[in-house]
């Protein structure tokens, strides 16, 4: 047995949710989770980010502006955590890559950082609280 944990963007849940149901994933569990990557140090990359998002805003006569590029600049540095959504799936060895293909399929983006991460760990031992079922079967 394995345990995947899967970190995809918030926007991302509901196609996640249903490509894993899709791929025959048993049950999982989803949580609300804040945290980062790797520090990206591409100026270029940032500058061409934090325009797109600036773009996107839709401001007003009341809102600073310098307090909004303040914010989006902390979102894109190393000074503040990502909302994201951490998946947790419970799946038989032989499951794993169907799986894993499934979440990358619908999590993939064209930007260069923060599409998420996937950890495969390996699973001793389930117990069906209930039944008292173990392993395979408790699943």
Known sequence: MKEILAFV?????NVTKRSLLNAGAAGFIAMKVEG???????RESLAGL????????QFDDTDN???VETLVEGFLDDSRLFARRMFQIVCEDDEVGKIVKAIIDVNKTSYKMGDGKIFVLPLE??????TGETGSAAL
Request: charged share 40%.
């Open 9 to 13: 963007r918030m926007n991302k849940t």
């Open 36 to 42: 980062r990557g790797k520090l990206v140090t591409d």
């Open 50 to 57: 934090k325009n797109d998002l600036m773009a996107k805003g």
């Open 65 to 67: 502006i310098q307090d």
């Open 125 to 130: 031992n389930a117990v069906r609280v209930r």
